[in-house]
């Protein structure tokens, strides 16, 4: 499957972005899909996945209640929208899917991932 991430940008502190995961070569509905960031000087963290079978979903601490994570089985895509960002949120934001996962925090996990799309917000 191959995996384009859109929706980056520049926002203000407290402001919003929608991020979409377009996938293309298989269903997507067959993988856990994650989305990772990675600002400057550090390692790439989780930030919020989906398994592929119920749905679950899950959330690093520090972005529970202000993101959330969708599909849009229509588009083939997955979403993750942010609010009240902050601008420690600032970084490069990837999408990741493992066929048939369970939505798993670890990077290595997930087989397949997408180019990233640059976030920055300012205070």
């Known amino acids: 499957v191959h995996l384009v991430e859109s929706g980056g940008g520049v926002v203000e502190a407290g402001g919003s972005l929608r991020l979409s995961c377009a996938a293309s070569g298989r269903t997507f509905n067959d993988y856990a899909v994650g989305w990772f960031r990675q600002a400057p000087g550090k390692d790439r963290e989780f930030v919020a996945a989906m398994s592929w079978s119920e749905g679950t979903v899950y959330f690093a601490d520090y972005v529970k209640g202000r993101f959330t994570i969708s599909r849009d089985n229509a588009n083939n895509t997955v979403n993750l929208q942010m609010n009240s960002l902050k601008p420690e949120d600032t970084a490069v934001y990837y999408c990741?899917?493992?066929?048939w996962g369970m939505g798993y925090m670890g990077p290595s996990e997930y087989d397949y991932w997408g180019q990233g799309t640059q976030v920055t917000v300012s205070s």
């Open positions: 990741a899917a493992d066929l």
